[in-house]
């Protein structure tokens, strides 16, 4: 009988791709929540509608860790999921908050400095030094953000600093989770954030109550809403764990271009719920954006060929 040999360098090749997978699925679920949280701030606060979000997430990663829990291994709580916690925190309220004021596609395209602050922080951080063509990727990808929607900081005022906070927690967010990661599973680490968040908010929620901040009474909210709030923490979890299992499976510096995909749902949902019609610079930016994650994906399969062939391989 035939045996099938799994080669190691095809085996972390397969793990590659499979993380890169991933981090695509969960930049086309992100955009989706975006347009509902902006949609739940016409009807209470950024600030609620964070607390919504993160505690609704916490509790559908309760029956998934149930059901999964063979895939459960490492410390559930630890500082490293309370630093993560915290990060999200920061990065949703800034979203929500900046979504309240400004297109979605706008405040997404100011975000996306995170990729460069990422693969920048990579270095330090985890060691993970990219090669120049990897850069050049980021910074391709990066000009085709800023293509896609122009942002304007006469028109929007100091609100714009937000998807800057939100980006760089956001990227300091990945460096947590990829260094956590290398002694727990993905699922383990995330399902601890998730809690640790739902408990941040949760007492922060407590806290603006007994200090005398209106609330929003949910009995006089359509009923829609609650199904929407629902829909906002379920695709969050959805997409934050496949976050969590790219970057637990591919570098960092790797997936970072790949993130430049949530703009294009951005752009998408702009035109398809809030009337926002592409112009001929969106779509070039978008080519842009698509050209720089291709780019190194082929690069990266190349090499993996240049290994496997013991050529030089170029980065």
């Not at 902006?38 to 916490?58: H, I, N």
């Not at 939100?166 to 956590?180: D, G, P, S």
């Not at 926002?276 to 610079?281: K, Q, R, S």
Request: aromatic share 10%; glycine share 8%; proline share 5%.
């Amino acid at each position: 009988m035939a045996h099938l040999t799994v080669v190691p360098s095809d085996l972390a090749g397969f793990e590659k791709r499979a993380g890169i997978a991933a981090m695509c699925m969960a930049m086309a679920l992100l955009p989706i929540g975006d347009a509902i949280s902006k949609t739940l701030t016409g009807f209470t606060t950024p600030f609620e509608v964070t607390v919504w979000r993160t505690l609704v997430q916490a509790a559908f990663f309760v029956p998934v860790a149930v059901i999964l829990r063979h895939h459960l291994s490492g410390s559930l709580l630890s500082a490293a999921s309370l630093v993560s916690a915290l990060l999200i925190v920061t990065v949703s309220l800034s979203l929500v908050t900046a979504f309240a004021s400004m297109p979605i596609a706008t405040a997404i395209a100011i975000f996306f400095v995170e990729p460069l602050l990422l693969t920048l922080l990579a270095g330090p951080f985890l060691g993970e030094v990219p090669g120049p063509r990897r850069y050049a990727a980021v910074g391709v990808g990066l000009i085709g953000a800023l293509v896609v929607i122009r942002p304007n900081f006469v028109e929007f005022g100091p609100v714009v600093l937000l998807p800057v906070l939100a980006a760089l927690a956001y990227a300091l967010n990945m460096i947590v989770m990829r260094k956590a990661t290398r002694d727990r599973s993905a699922l383990t680490f995330q399902f601890g954030a998730s809690l640790s968040a739902g408990a941040i908010v949760l007492v922060a929620h407590l806290l603006a109550s007994a200090l005398g901040f209106e609330r929003t009474a949910v009995s006089g909210l359509p009923g829609w809403v609650l199904w929407i709030v629902l829909a906002a923490g379920a695709l969050a979890m959805v997409a934050f764990l496949a976050i969590t299992f790219a970057f637990s499976k591919a570098e960092a510096s790797l997936l970072a271009p790949f993130q430049y995909l949530e703009i294009v749902g951005a752009t998408l949902v702009g035109y398809l719920v809030f009337c926002e019609i592409p112009d001929g610079m969106t779509l070039l930016g978008t080519a842009i954006i698509l050209g720089s994650g291709v780019y190194v994906f082929y690069r990266e399969r190349q090499r993996e060929v240049e290994a496997a062939t013991c050529q030089p391989i170029e980065r």
